[in-house]
């Protein structure tokens, strides 16, 4: 199987980091054997220099022609500025560089550039996500899109995006998994020294009060937690191993994850049993016992409401995928 043509659109302002994720995380990817699963190229609208939100400039080799040739096109963020994000609306040099896609090219942005593929009208109807900053602007300029400012990203299918800056990286891990597997995805991300997962949305990011310094965490408790899916897990035990009171550990673990305890552990149960849904032979109801549902009804429930498929449709999407040479 030949390898996925990723193409990055750098558009004027663009922030560095974000341009850079695509071609690392999907550049990353590999099979076995060593073979590329993704080749990513770099364009700009008309070939030349595009200027950075920093204090250089960068040459891709490409113009905005390879779009058509793009199995998956992702755009970085573009600088915070201009009409596009007063007034919504796109250049049209830009506006033809997304018009210029095949039909069913899978198209990705990166932080605020869910406000280009807003103003593409890509997103009309559809769920997307983008920076908690800019969460006001967005509603008030594509009052069609059903924005989700909490999530670290959304995939809608053929139209994916992520919040801020980093959730670019999320967002990648998910597509390699996606079209490859937990496996390949975790390998990704241990070459990349990044989580492979992160828990919670945007509401841990946004602006709040944080615990006094020397203040007790919960941090060794997740850790404990995570050793420890496939027992009943009850809030009491969990401040008790914190050694703070319910109301107390309630309180700075919302502070640390942005999330309850309880939705955490839902979060933790429901990756561990996707894993093993990828990886594994096991029966639904052993897989929903070693991730801690208990019972498969339970899992098959919580899998409904987070992914919205059930564990043997979920299992075959992944098993029936055209393995590689």
């Known amino acids: 199987m ?20 695509a071609s690392r995380i999907l550049g990353s990817a590999e099979r ?31 113009d905005a022609r390879i779009i058509r040739r793009a199995d998956t096109l992702v755009i970085p963020s573009p600088s915070g500025r201009g009409p596009l994000f007063d007034h919504g609306t796109l250049s049209d040099d830009v506006a033809a560089a997304l018009a210029s ?7 990705l942005s990166i932080c605020i550039a869910s406000f280009v593929l807003a103003a593409a009208g890509l ?11 800019r969460a006001d602007d967005f509603r008030r300029l594509f009052p069609r899109v059903a924005l989700d400012a909490d999530v670290l990203f ?25 079209d490859h597997g937990s496996d390949v995805a975790h390998r990704v991300a241990r070459q990349c020294i990044v989580p492979p ?3 919670g949305g945007q509401s841990q990011y946004v602006e709040r009060s ?6 007790a965490s919960t941090t060794a408790t997740r850790a404990w937690a995570l050793d420890h899916l496939h027992q009943p897990l009850t809030l009491i035990q969990l401040a008790q191993h914190a050694h703070m009171s319910v109301r107390t550990f ?28 990828e990886s594994t032979d096991l029966s639904v109801e052993a897989v929903a016992d070693r991730a801690g549902f208990g019972t498969a009804t339970s899992m098959r429930q919580h899998l409904q409401a987070a992914i919205g498929v059930s564990p043997t449709v979920y299992r075959r999407t992944f098993t029936s995928a055209p393995p590689g040479p």
């Open 123 to 133: 997103l009309d109807g559809r769920r997307a996500t983008t920076h908690w900053q």
């Open 210 to 215: 944080v615990p006094a310094v020397g203040a």
């Open 197 to 199: 997962w992160r828990d």
């Open 154 to 178: 959304v995939d809608d299918g053929d139209v994916l995006t992520s919040a801020g800056v980093a959730a670019g990286i999320d967002l990648c891990l998910h597509v390699v998994r996606r």
């Open 32 to 62: 076995d054997d060593g073979t590329p699963l993704y080749r990513v190229s770099t364009c700009s609208v008309d070939g030349a220099s595009v200027r950075t939100d920093a204090d250089f400039a960068i040459v891709p080799e490409h």
């Open 2 to 21: 030949a390898a996925q043509r990723v193409v990055v659109l750098a558009l004027d302002g663009v922030f560095p980091f974000e341009l850079g994720i």
């Open 250 to 277: 309630t309180r700075r673990f919302r502070e640390e994850v942005g999330i309850s305890p309880q939705q955490w552990i839902a979060h933790q149960r429901v990756d561990a049993a996707r894993h093993l849904l």
């Open 101 to 107: 896609c095949r039909p069913g090219t899978r198209i």
